[in-house]
């Protein structure tokens, strides 16, 4: 069984890294067609006894997260999860009590034989106390269950809080990194408990066990060592019983790191012959060119030649993890089952009087066999999965505390509101970035200066900067090299709440939030998110009041709805369910109702613009920086015109940089444009010098640009 494991734990959080062809981390078995690579750390017998020293150093590096769940769980609930605990130990309790009334029963039956008399009274109050036993477990199991359901459920409230500002107070570049990635994911409830309260579940499953499996055996040996034979018997029962416990050291389970991958051509090739014939965009150029004998033949070429191996990973896995499930040690098991109806016949043969006795010891014996045994077992699953509900804890309560990449500033900003209001300067120099896991440099040696409320445009194709720049000033990153200045201070030494406030931003790859179109619109200004006059005003400017005025819910339009509808076995003729459009040829399944809202993209981009007028509007005396990154690349020409009129109402006396790829009227406008090509800054100036300039790039784009409206 592949287990997790503290040292292949912290190897995947420190390096992030999984390589296949490190032999000395990794094994690699050959399934079929397929490559099966898994840790070795993590292909760990079943058993406690043989983790490493490493697994109980991690456990007891992780206690500390396990008591503070517990008082944090204490804080939402202590009197519920007080009697959650007075429960399980009740519970716990119950087999042994079991066991001990049917001990009383061997009692009886000896008296039976021995005086030839029966004791009537006593063996209805121990029917009774056998019956009153399995209703007691029946009414603890169902009081336990439905504590835990409630307890869960408060867990999932108190710690969904926690996980929601864990994930977002991450910067860009934090959330980018894989290992941040995969630890935020990992925080994810899945069934059946949140990580909270699957650890504290599986602290009190391991107790239980314990408890029940000691409970257990002092009753039995207090009752059986006046038997004869008694616990040669238990010894026999127990000895047969454990060898259903080797099953669990070899099975192929996967769990933690593991890739698999087929290099076999013949079957590579095959699976891409299935997807051309069944995707729909290949079919016209297949039934044109005739394609159908051909491929026909081909594929049952490659079936022919693979045969019975042309199986998906799964189903290769799953006939080698039936394989390996015949284990020869349990042939053992067989004579040893055996044994203890061969000492109790012996038994019989040598003192047939004992026979009642034996029979009741016997059958007493390996029922209290069979239950030490599910017990174990569970003890053995429960701690064996500790380690790694441990670790999530830890993740859990670390998830808070993961440091951003970009560093925040001590110096507040603005020294006064005058300031924002006659606009902001901004700098760079020398400025070079790359992006994380990119060689190539996005900016390279970028210097310019834009003064207190002018207008700068940068001009540039695709790719060659103009994006980042603006990124780089709302520290979404941090130059590689270089400084940028803003009001004459360090970027970098600023408090990006402070700096983020006096900025009003639209990117080229904008987003809108799976909410109403009022909120999309008011999140531009969390301040004044209920100011429904300046949410309607910031859509009109916008140009977006006519296309939300069209739509059935107005302003509570949702763009994505988050929580799709499910339905499944609609009849053939349904098109709509709840007043949305349904997708036709698969109603019979368990479907989601599609979230297409059927915006177009310049639509969608004046709700964007919609968004950014709202943060200048509703914050005008703290915004003093306009940044719009493209933000007419969706629109057509006379929408285009419409939006420059109104940014340029909207900038007063506020510092602009806009950039675009396309020349308009906003650069004749221009205090400074910038002109980039291939992360660089190539010329600088007003639209009236670069078009005197010779030799200029600028004038002969826009000149080019302009022979289009000739």
């Not at 020293?53 to 999860?81: C, F, K, Q, S």
Request: with cysteine; proline share 5%.
């Amino acid at each position: 069984m592949v287990k997790d494991s503290s040292k292949a734990r912290d190897r995947c959080e420190n390096d992030g890294a999984f390589d296949p062809h490190n032999g000395k981390i990794i094994e690699h078995r050959k399934l079929g067609v397929w490559d099966l690579y898994v840790e070795r750390d993590r292909m760990l017998s079943y058993f406690p006894t043989s983790w490493k020293l490493e697994e109980y150093a991690g456990i007891w590096n992780d206690v500390p997260y396990l008591w503070r769940t517990i008082y944090d769980m204490g804080t939402v609930a202590w009197p519920m999860l007080l009697l959650f605990l007075a429960v399980a130990f009740a519970r716990s309790l119950v087999p042994a009590l079991n066991l001990w009334f049917s001990g009383q029963l061997l009692v009886i039956v000896q008296n039976a034989v021995d005086k030839r008399a029966l004791d009537a009274h006593s063996l209805f109050q121990i029917a009774g106390g056998r019956v009153l036993c399995a209703a007691a477990e029946h009414i603890l199991n169902h009081a336990s269950n439905k504590m835990s359901t409630a307890l869960d459920g408060r867990s999932r409230q108190f710690y969904s809080t926690h996980i929601f500002h864990a994930m977002a107070r991450l910067d860009v570049p934090t959330l980018d990194d894989p290992n941040v990635a995969g630890q935020i994911n990992a925080l994810t409830p899945r069934p059946p408990h949140t990580p909270a309260w699957g650890a504290i579940v599986t602290l009190v499953d391991t107790g239980s066990a314990f408890l029940m499996m000691f409970s257990q055996t002092a009753v039995l040996l207090g009752v059986l060592r006046d038997q004869k034979d008694g616990l040669l018997l238990t010894f026999l029962s127990l000895a047969g019983d454990a060898l259903s416990l080797v099953d669990f050291s070899s099975m192929l389970e996967l769990d933690g790191a593991w890739a698999a991958t087929s290099r076999n051509e013949d079957f590579v090739r095959m699976a891409g012959l299935k997807r051309l014939v069944k995707d729909p965009k290949h079919r016209k150029e297949f039934v044109a060119g005739g394609l159908t004998e051909y491929l026909t033949a081909e594929y049952r070429g490659l079936a022919d030649r693979l045969g019975s191996h042309a199986n998906d990973f799964w189903s290769t896995y799953m006939d080698a993890y039936s394989d390996r499930n015949f284990q020869p040690v349990r042939l053992l098991k067989l004579p040893l089952g055996e044994l203890p109806q061969i000492v109790f016949t012996l038994r019989a043969v040598q003192q047939p009087s004992s026979i009642p006795v034996s029979l009741t010891s016997l059958h007493l014996v390996q029922g209290a066999s069979n239950t030490f045994m599910m017990h174990f077992r569970v003890l053995l699953q429960e701690t064996g999965t500790f380690s790694k509900k441990l670790s999530t804890l830890r993740k859990l309560y670390e998830s808070g505390n993961i440091p951003n990449k970009v560093v925040d500033g001590t110096t507040p900003f603005p020294e006064n509101n005058q300031s924002i209001r006659d606009g902001i300067s901004l700098e760079f120099r020398k400025v070079s970035f790359r992006y994380p896991g990119s060689e190539s440099y996005a900016l390279r040696d970028v210097s310019f200066a834009v003064k207190p409320g002018q207008l700068c445009v940068i001009i540039g194709t695709n790719g060659s900067g103009k994006s980042t720049i603006l990124k780089l000033v709302a520290r979404i990153y941090d130059p590689t090299e270089g400084t940028i200045l803003i009001g004459g201070y360090d970027i970098k030494t600023m408090r990006l709440a402070d700096l983020r406030r006096a900025m009003a931003i639209l990117f080229q790859d904008y987003t809108h939030f799976p909410l109403t179109i009022r909120e999309n619109i008011a999140l531009g200004d969390p301040a004044h998110a209920h100011d429904d006059a300046a949410i309607e005003q910031a859509a009109r400017l916008g140009g977006a009041s006519e296309l939300i005025s069209r739509l059935p819910d107005g302003f509570d339009t949702y763009l994505e709805r988050p929580v799709p509808d499910i339905y499944s076995g609609l009849p053939e003729g349904t098109t709509t369910v709840f007043g949305r459009k349904i997708e036709k040829g698969q109603l019979r399944n368990f479907m989601n109702t599609p979230t297409d809202h059927g915006l177009s993209g310049g639509q969608m981009q004046r709700l964007a613009v919609a968004r950014t007028f709202m943060r200048s509007l509703s914050a005008e005396k703290e915004v003093g920086l306009l940044l719009f990154d493209e933000p007419s690349a969706s629109l057509d020409p006379n929408a285009e015109q419409d939006l420059f009129s109104r940014l340029r109402e909207l900038r007063g006396n506020k510092t602009m940089i806009f950039s675009s790829h396309r020349f308009g009227n906003l650069t004749r406008h221009a205090d400074l444009i910038l002109y980039m090509d291939d992360a660089t800054i190539i010329e600088t100036g007003t639209h009236v010098e670069l078009l005197k300039r010779e030799g200029s790039d600028y004038a002969r784009l826009w000149h080019v640009q302009a022979q289009a409206f000739l």
